[in-house]
């Protein structure tokens, strides 16, 4: 693990990344090697939850800063080595997007509604963009989805930030939201 540390610090040393441009080739390679050998309860690479969270950001036209905290948003509660190394890459590869990514990073002590309710507007949007993508297999039976319908009720409508196409795509899974 510390050699693997220390390949990505040099070659985020070997990059000229000027403050405020987070690439997102290494945001990806950064969220891919936070992930490694992890998978879903499906077995499917873990990965693949990251990155089509990342598409939708995209697809429903939210910010740069936004798509990449969507590709690190687990990194920092999943990663197998210390919570400090995976916050040191985050902050060499994109320093906007590490407050985000530590937001979402959620306290099991906390009440998952009282979470998301806690949530700046930033971190709210990719909340909601994981809650979707976590969504699409769901039937109302499932206690996750439960948990989702009740922090998205608890919101009280569309918050702040989430553009209607993405807040559609809730409704079309949990209904009226209101």
Not at 84 to 103: H, N
Not at 120 to 138: C, G, H, M, P, T
Request: hydrophobic share 35%; net charge negative.
């Amino acid at each position: 693990m510390k050699l693997l540390l220390e390949n990505w610090r040099q070659y985020l040393d070997d990059e000229e990344n000027e403050e405020g441009d987070c690439k997102s080739s290494e945001i990806e390679d950064l969220a891919t090697w936070a992930h490694d050998g992890q998978e879903r309860r499906d077995g499917t690479p873990y990965i693949t939850h990251p990155e089509g969270v990342a598409k939708f950001a995209e697809e429903f036209g939210y910010s740069d800063i936004i798509q990449d905290a969507a590709w690190l948003h687990d990194a920092v509660e999943d990663f197998q080595g210390s919570e400090e190394d995976i916050k040191e890459l985050i902050e060499a590869v994109c320093p906007e997007a590490l407050p985000i990514v530590l937001e979402l990073t959620h306290d099991p002590s906390i009440m998952y509604t009282d979470y998301v309710l806690s949530l700046s507007d930033e971190a709210r949007v990719v909340k909601l963009l994981d809650i979707l993508y976590n969504s699409q297999d769901l039937t109302p039976e499932v206690k996750q989805f439960k948990k989702y319908h009740n922090a998205l009720l608890s919101l009280g409508g569309k918050p702040e930030g989430i553009n209607d196409s993405h807040w559609g795509a809730l409704e079309s899974i949990y209904g009226d939201l209101k």
